[in-house]
């Protein structure tokens, strides 16, 4: 195969783009004739057809959608460059992607995330969630900017990054009206035998808070748990169970779900992490994110 020459390249993108040669013609100002031209002499250099006749439409073969999908990455992202560069540094609208850790509650990430929203300059935030190992391959791939976590960087990931550690918080026990007159009297004992909602295996707060409850000798009628926190809630707000939550958003939750705070468990805390692949943060947006954390969020101790 010859080496490809990048203006054939572009008369194909712009043709695909186009949805026809003669339309693309029309875009390029040229003939119908030297467009065709340029799509055989990119088909040479590639040593395969890009398109085949079905009645009178251009469909693309299956090398064609193989250089198209290369195609549009290199061409979109020069056109992107032109809108930068007639934007200037101060119009264009930056991305900022986070990944979330599916066993971060979705009230501490939105929590965090606000000041991201109120940034002097045009911004876009992305959220990912998902499995914290595959959010932090994503991280070490630039694919994300900063992942939140419910435990630093685990060694397993083996990846290179940095844990800043945005605050902790003990947790506080919430149950409907209904559940906590039931299960009136001294706290944690007054848990023994009442119905309890766990975070699924993988929270970091899951073993600690067995052992908690082993240790003080409450056993609880594990109901159901749960590796997504929305969900956890939900069932919380309906009824059927006690669950715990970070006593830092214990009032905002207890409004938002309508269920009361039973009690707090001062002996366990929860901590949450950024991790990035800086160990000096520099992305405004993160920066805006952590001062949050530290000076707003977590600044009293709960």
Known sequence: MHSINYKHLYYFWVICKSGGVI??????????????????ALEEQVGSPLFR?????????????LVQSYAD????????????????????????????????????AFELLQPALQMDYPLRLICREGRLLNLLADLATHKLD???????????ANIRGFNHLLGESTL????????????????PQSLHGAPFLLPGADAVIRPRLEAWLERAR???????????????KAFGKAGA???????????????????????????????????????????PAVIAVTERARHELFAVAV
């Not at 409450?218 to 956890?232: K, N, Q, S």
């Open 23 to 40: 339309r693309a013609s029309e875009r390029l100002f040229l003939t119908p004739q030297a467009v065709s031209g340029q799509l055989k």
């Open 53 to 65: 006749r079905d009645g009178r439409q251009l469909v693309l073969t299956e090398m064609g959608r």
């Open 73 to 108: 990455e290199m061409f979109s992202l020069g056109e992107e460059l032109q809108e930068a560069i007639a934007l200037g540094p101060q119009g264009l609208r930056q991305e900022f992607r986070v990944g979330i850790g599916d066993m971060v509650p979705k009230t501490v």
């Open 146 to 156: 900063l992942v939140l976590a419910d435990r630093p960087l685990p060694p397993e």
């Open 172 to 187: 506080s026990v919430l149950g409907t009206a209904s559940l906590c007159a039931q299960w009136a009297g001294d706290f």
């Open 218 to 232: 409450i056993r609880p009628r594990i109901v159901a748990e749960f590796d997504d926190g929305a969900l956890l």
């Open 241 to 283: 169970g006690f669950f715990v939550v970070p006593t830092v958003l214990a009032q905002s939750i207890s409004q938002e779900y309508q269920v009361g705070i039973h009690g707090k468990i001062s002996e366990l805390k929860e901590q949450f992490y950024a991790i990035s692949v800086q160990r000096q943060l520099r992305h």
